[in-house]
Each structure stands twice: as structure tokens, then as C-alpha cells.
């Protein structure tokens, strides 16, 4: 997502992944199979670790962090659900070469599964952050856009792909609905 709102991917650029690692520091961070060049699409639908880190490495560490931020990560969703962790987001300016390279495939922060929810729901969403609430909603709760409406559909046309045949989840596909 940050990489599409920065400007730094669109959904037809391609990304070097060969030789299928990346040395990130001391670190070298590698994929289950070489994909040689791909596109964002792809990235996903493969669970491309070293096209993660070349991305995240393209976009500027404040505008990383601030989306992971703004979709909740590293704060509380205040649902009201007792003693919900706050999870952990480091700030930018702390961030080593290795953080970036991590906080892109899924580490380097801590979140719980509602937290993590909120943060796919701006993306099912059309870019709205709103709310979360474990007791339905009357009317219109409101919300904050996070995202451009266009980076959320892309990002959805691309994140179904991972259910899809040929993809890293197709165990988790739903007879009926679409799942990103």
C-alpha cells in the first residue's frame, strides 16, 4: 500500500527479485523460489520476501511508518475490549536498514489479530479507517481516509491472487466471496 500511494510501484512496474536473496546488512533475507523479475501482483500472490524489502526500501521511512501507523499498528484499536495490547511500531528515525527490510514481509512490529484486522479493513474499506466495534454499529460511524480509493482497489485486485491457484493461500479461499 505504501509503496502504490508513495508512488513508488505501480501495479505494471516490475521488481528485481534475482537472485532470489537480498544481503541486508549482515542478514541476507531470501525467497522460497527464484522469481526473477516480477510485478507487484506476483509479489503478493508468491510471498516474495526480497521483492518486499526492495519496495520498502524505495519509499521514504516516515511515509512507511506513518501508514503503518494510520492503520493502526502500534497503537489500540480502543474497541473497549479489555486489556488489548497496544502492540509496538518503533519510530522511523530509529529504524535501521534491517527494520525496513523486516517491517516489509511482517516483522520488526507487534500487533494482535484485531489490530491486524482494522488494517485489512481499510483496504476492503475503499481507504476508510473506521472505527472497530465488537457491537454492531446504528448508522454511520464515520472514518478517516488512509488510503487513495484507487491504491485500496488495486491493492484488493492484487491481494486476491494469493487465494487463487498458484498463490500461498489457496486453503484459505471461500466458496462465494471474494478474499484478499
Do not use: C
Not at 500511494?5 to 527479485?17: F, H, K, M, N, V
Not at 542478514?27 to 516474495?48: A, N, Q, R
Amino acid at each position: 500500500a505504501a509503496g502504490l500511494e508513495s508512488g513508488a510501484i505501480t501495479p505494471s512496474s516490475r521488481i528485481d527479485t534475482r537472485p532470489g536473496f537480498i544481503k541486508v546488512g549482515r542478514k541476507v533475507i531470501e525467497d522460497h523460489h527464484h522469481y526473477g523479475v516480477i510485478s507487484p501482483t506476483k509479489l503478493l500472490t508468491k510471498s516474495s520476501n526480497v521483492g518486499a524489502v526492495k519496495v520498502a526500501q524505495s519509499i521514504d521511512r516516515d511515509t512507511l511508518h506513518d501508514l503503518l501507523f494510520e492503520v493502526g499498528i502500534g497503537q489500540t484499536s480502543h474497541s473497549g475490549m479489555p486489556g488489548e495490547a497496544r502492540g509496538r511500531l518503533m519510530p522511523a528515525s530509529k529504524w535501521r536498514e534491517l527494520d525496513v527490510a523486516t517491517l516489509a514481509f511482517g516483522y520488526g512490529a507487534s500487533t494482535n489479530l484485531l489490530q491486524l484486522a482494522a488494517a485489512y479493513s481499510v483496504i476492503a474499506a475503499n481507504g476508510i479507517k473506521r472505527p472497530v466495534s465488537m457491537v454492531p454499529v446504528v448508522g454511520n460511524p464515520g472514518g478517516k481516509r488512509i488510503l487513495s480509493a484507487r491504491t485500496a482497489s488495486q491493492l484488493r485486485e492484487m491481494l486476491e491472487t494469493v487465494v487463487q491457484a498458484g498463490g500461498t493461500a489457496t486453503r484459505a479461499q471461500v466458496p462465494g466471496y471474494r478474499v484478499a
